[in-house]
């Protein structure tokens, strides 16, 4: 089976660039692929995807070096088996809020015996090999999502379910949860809490992530000791590629988005 660089990375302790792909288009997908990331991982839950476009998707990043993850809507196992089955090689899965969600994130993930994932991965075994099923369950990536003051409450028993390779932390929902506003860089609680997560994560030998809204809050965000960061989206980058056209032209100052998705 192809091996998926990305995790050979983080289980080196090494950082790793993540690309977020929320515009639904292949072209996109394969312009930011070849752009030097360490993987791409395609957002069908904010971003305006649906399974279809993210199969398109992944086989235009499958082109490429990086590593073709997804974000699925929602931790239901008919989806993440699903896009598995279309070559992700790894999910980032939201809001895990409770260690049973975990568990069952994992579970479907994993060939029995270890889960409950089903088998029949047709571009899983083109991309993979032929060898896929023999070694999926070393090679897939899970990271769940820490982003609620709920799954922080958890955050002793998620991190003790057996399969977990990462967590991913998403710092506007963290913030919301914590009764602030949106922003990838909260303070207070909730910026107390994204290096309470990182270190015990950490502690345990699970990789850590966050979103970051652009290459400054990346730098800041690996000296912290985060190991996978994107530079936000495909969408904000091409917003503010397009702002910041619209000033040199005009003259005008306009306002940069580093929160959005």
């Known amino acids: 089976m192809r091996k998926n660089t990305l995790k050979q990375l983080l289980k080196a302790n090494k950082t790793a660039l993540n690309a977020w792909a929320a515009i639904p288009s292949s072209f996109s997908a394969e312009i930011i692929a070849n752009c030097g990331f360490d993987a791409v991982t395609i957002d069908l839950q904010h971003g305006m995807i649906d399974f279809a476009q993210a199969l398109t998707m992944l086989q235009a ?40 969600i975990a568990k069952m994130v994992v579970s479907a993930c994993r060939y029995p015996p270890v889960g409950t994932r089903s088998f029949g991965p047709p571009r899983g075994l083109l991309y993979g090999g032929a060898d896929y099923f023999q070694h999926a369950n070393d090679e897939i990536l899970v990271f769940i999502m820490i982003e609620s003051k709920q799954a922080v409450e958890n955050l002793d028993e998620i ?26 860089d909260p303070q207070g609680e909730a910026g107390e809490a994204i290096e309470t997560i990182r270190k015990k994560a950490a502690d345990r030998g ?24 994107n530079p936000a989206s495909d969408a904000v980058l091409l917003k503010n590629a ?20």
């Open 61 to 100: 990043v499958s082109t490429t070096n990086a590593i073709p993850l997804a974000r699925p809507s929602g931790s239901e196992a008919v989806q993440i088996m699903r896009l598995l089955d279309a070559g992700a090689y790894g999910v980032i899965c939201p809001q895990v809020d409770t260690p049973e």
């Open 159 to 184: 991190l003790s379910v057996p399969g977990i390779d990462g967590v991913f932390i998403g710092p506007n929902d963290l913030s919301i949860s914590y009764g602030g506003g949106i922003g990838n």
């Open 206 to 229: 699970i990789a850590t992530g966050i979103y970051c809204g652009d290459g400054d809050m990346c730098a800041m965000r690996i000296k912290q000791g985060f190991q996978m960061v």
């Open 242 to 261: 397009c702002v910041s056209q619209v000033q040199k032209a005009s003259g005008e100052t306009l306002k940069k988005d580093t929160a959005g998705y």
